[in-house]
């Protein structure tokens, strides 16, 4: 089976511009993980998804940062306007039964200059 | 900000040695996982901790839920070169009776292994 699939897995962009980050969840899986991951904060969740509805979206950062998930094999996180503080490893991570149990992506690197 | 304290920051030992490293919390956990990361990949899950006191065994890998609930251990015998990563501790903290799988990740201990 595959698992969690991640595009782009490198983007360069510059400052100001829209990021699009998108997420194949492993099929089967019902719950669904944005996270980030920086040297400086380590590894945070962003915002999940339970049965393509937001759980909980208390990580984004602000405003500029949106999530969605219109339906159980798709999920993208947009980043609008970009600004260079946002540049990080971004994990989309899924799951089924045991919500904690989570299955990583390889990640998308995202750097704004 | 971070609520896991994971050490060590770093460990670099030699191959057929065993590796020990640790997470605490000043919170409850009512679950516990171990991830390793490699360099460009996602983090993978090795090990989860369901109960207080709890010790599990994943090959050369054993780890155990604090019985206090605010710590959990690693353990790595007769460590290999493929043991070489980053290896994360996350937590479930206790909140009613919802399993939401909302995740606090440690910092992670980074570990070399020399042949």
């Known amino acids: 089976d595959a698992g969690v699939i991640q595009s782009p897995r490198h983007e360069v962009t510059e400052m100001g511009q829209e990021v699009t980050l998108r997420c194949k969840p492993i099929s089967g899986h019902n719950s669904l993980f944005w996270y980030r991951q920086t040297m400086m904060r380590g590894l945070e969740l962003l915002i999940y998804?339970?049965?393509?509805?937001?759980?909980?979206d208390s990580g984004m950062p602000e405003d500029r940062f949106s999530a969605k998930m219109p339906n159980a094999s798709f999920s993208t996180l947009k980043i609008q306007p970009s600004e260079p503080r946002d540049s990080a490893v971004y994990f989309c991570?899924?799951?089924?039964?045991?919500?904690?149990?989570?299955?990583f992506g390889p990640g998308t690197r995202l750097t704004v200059t | 900000g971070q609520q896991l304290n994971q050490s060590p920051q770093s460990m670099f030992i030699q191959e057929g040695e065993d590796v020990s490293m640790n997470c605490t919390s000043s919170s409850i956990f009512n679950t516990w996982l171990w991830y390793k990361q490699d360099p460009g990949e996602g983090p993978v899950l090795l090990i989860a901790?369901?109960?207080?006191?709890e010790l599990t065994s994943n090959g050369r890998l054993t780890a155990q839920f604090g019985i206090t609930r605010k710590d959990s251990f690693l353990n790595i015998s007769a460590s290999i070169p493929s043991d070489v990563g980053i290896y994360f501790c996350a937590g479930q903290r206790v909140r009613g009776s919802s399993n939401t799988g909302k995740l606090i990740f440690g910092q992670g201990t980074t570990l070399q292994v020399k042949p």
């Open positions: 991570a899924s799951s089924f039964l045991r919500p904690h149990e989570q299955y």
């Open positions: 998804f339970n049965n393509n509805v937001p759980i909980d």
């Open positions: 901790l369901y109960k207080a006191g």
